[in-house]
């Protein structure tokens, strides 16, 4: 994507700008969804191991590289997602995170060209499958592999990325997550959706044999969700989405009040702010 021109967060940004300590003291909030941890260089240490031995390729000090993933994320939060990228992705495994979750938001969202969006999501995609390889037991290299995974799939048809092998790969990956993770919001909702798309586009039958997906487990994973994280938009946004694919009409009534639920949210951040605006064009 270099050299392309990226569309502009379409919204106001003061409100969503995490100066200085403001990020740390927001985190918390800011990501209940993905429950990322702060890039302190105590946490990355966890990671990198002393003097970053553990990281291929990282050759920097703690402090340096706290401060710049700090930066990434005050971007994403922002709506700078280009900044986020180009700052995450040169940060290596410990940078795609935010590289990866600023590209999905993105593509999903502000992209209008869809060649362009399938190649960041690409990237994406072999960015996170690098961080999982590195950091196996770091729950977000994993959720964002599949993150982008999931809107790469959406991007090119659902149908087609099983042919492909993906849907495999995306369900590995969120439960994987979840296994490092079990608090994760996020993972819990795409898998909530991962096995309503899987029956909206292969049938019941196929998907719980090929799969393992049901509609009860696609409850399940949403319920965790919204008991985890109530406040957040996408969490109702895409239950309300599961909803329609797995029972149509019948119900309705209830994905419309989960989309109104997700468009009254109080967005802290761009991607917030990105998901409430949908919400409220379900419900034009």
């Not at 700078?80 to 999905?104: C, H, I, Q, Y």
């Not at 049901?214 to 599961?242: C, Q």
Request: net charge neutral; aromatic share 10%.
């Amino acid at each position: 994507m270099a050299g392309a021109k990226w569309s502009p967060f379409p919204y106001e940004q003061k409100s969503y700008s995490y100066a200085g300590a403001a990020l740390e003291k927001a985190w918390a909030r800011l990501h209940r969804g993905d429950c990322e941890p702060f890039p302190s260089p105590e946490n990355l240490a966890r990671f990198t191991g002393k003097g970053g031995k553990s990281v291929p390729g990282f050759k920097g000090d703690l402090d340096t590289l706290s401060a710049r993933l700090q930066d990434a994320w005050r971007a994403f939060h922002r709506g700078d997602f280009r900044e986020a990228v180009d700052t995450g992705s040169a940060l290596g495994p410990l940078g795609a995170s935010v590289a990866n979750k600023a590209a999905g938001v993105y593509a999903t969202y502000l992209e209008e060209d869809e060649k362009r969006a399938v190649k960041l999501l690409t990237e994406a995609a072999a960015r996170g499958e690098e961080a999982t390889r590195l950091l196996p037991g770091y729950a977000n290299a994993w959720y964002f592999m599949a993150f982008v995974l999931g809107r790469y799939a959406q991007s090119i048809s659902v149908v087609k990325a099983l042919s492909e092998g993906i849907g495999t790969r995306v369900r590995k990956a969120l439960d994987t997550a979840i296994e490092l993770e079990p608090q994760h919001a996020d993972a819990h909702t795409a898998l909530g959706l991962y096995h309503a798309e899987i029956i909206d586009k292969v049938g019941a039958l196929a998907g719980g044999i090929t799969y393992g997906a049901s509609r009860d487990k696609s409850a399940d994973h949403f319920a965790r969700a919204a008991k985890l994280f109530p406040e957040s938009p996408i969490v109702h946004m895409e239950h309300a989405n599961g909803l329609l694919m797995l029972y149509g009409d019948k119900k309705r009534g209830e994905a419309v009040k989960l989309y109104r639920k997700a468009s009254e949210s109080k967005a802290v951040d761009a991607m917030e702010r990105l998901d409430v605006e949908q919400a409220k064009a379900e419900l034009e």
